[in-house]
């Protein structure tokens, strides 16, 4: 069965169009109160990109300020969060955050890490005024929605990287990134596009071209893996 308001929501979010607007698009889907949308760590910088309302950005702020809390759980455990009594029975160790969303309008709180593949670099958060679960449909649907708005994230870095002189996502041969694409698909088991991005990502994050990335896996000096919150190299 077509579930019409999440292939809504998915659409939106896959189109182009400014960025702060993808909070509410999520909220088009899912069931809560409100929603952002944050990048976190020293892959992109910490800041909130999209926010449906004053009180979810307050708690962007909060985490961001102290450095726990639900959207940190997701970027390091790249899994989804989910703290359905914030603050009548907590869940999770966040005993400084915890303590400071007391006086706040917020019973409930989950979050959905934002990467592509390895590369972790933010999350999704979204929060209810009042405590409640958030069913299983729900969590695939905020987690594949998430999925999205990671990929369409990184992919707009890379191209305002691209446009600013940063960062030759074409550089010289494409036989080479095309070869590396195959080696990063296979250590991973993601798709094409994704192995690419995750390329691009790393010469991005290395201020190099992606050809002397792609010429560093198919030399066997870097491998991407699994285990870490950042694209990692192994020899």
């Known amino acids: 069965m077509v ?6 929501a998915a659409a939106r979010l896959q189109s182009t169009g400014d960025d702060s607007g993808m909070a509410g698009t999520l909220l088009v889907a899912l069931p809560v109160t ?12 910490s800041e909130t990109v ?6 979810v950005a307050r708690l962007d702020e909060l985490q961001f300020d102290l450095g726990e809390g639900p959207c940190w759980e997701a970027l390091a455990t790249g899994a989804p969060v ?11 160790d966040w005993p400084a955050f915890t303590r400071a969303v007391r006086e706040e309008r917020v019973g409930a709180m989950f979050a959905f890490p934002l990467g592509v593949g390895p ?12 405590p409640r679960e958030l069913s299983e449909r729900h969590t695939e649907q905020a987690t594949a929605l998430a ?3 990671g990929r369409r994230m990184l992919r707009s870095v890379l191209d305002r990287a691209c446009e600013s002189g940063q960062n030759d996502p074409n550089p010289f041969s494409r036989r080479t990134v095309q070869q590396a694409t195959g080696f990063v698909i296979a250590q991973l088991g993601v798709s094409a596009d994704d192995a690419e991005l995750l390329l691009q990502g790393r010469a991005f994050l290395e201020g190099r071209s992606v050809r002397e990335v792609a010429e ?11 285990e870490a919150s950042s694209i990692e190299d192994s020899p």
Request: no cysteine.
């Open 82 to 92: 989910h703290e359905p009594a914030l603050r009548t029975r907590p869940r999770h």
């Open 119 to 130: 590369l972790r670099f933010g999350a999704v958060d979204l929060y209810d005024e009042q």
């Open 147 to 149: 999925g999205i708005i």
């Open 50 to 55: 999209s926010a449906t309302d004053r009180q």
């Open 3 to 8: 579930d019409e308001p999440f292939e809504e």
């Open 216 to 226: 560093d896996v198919l030399e066997r000096r870097m491998r991407f893996t699994l």
């Open 34 to 45: 409100g929603a952002s949308i944050s990048t976190l760590g020293p892959v992109l910088g």
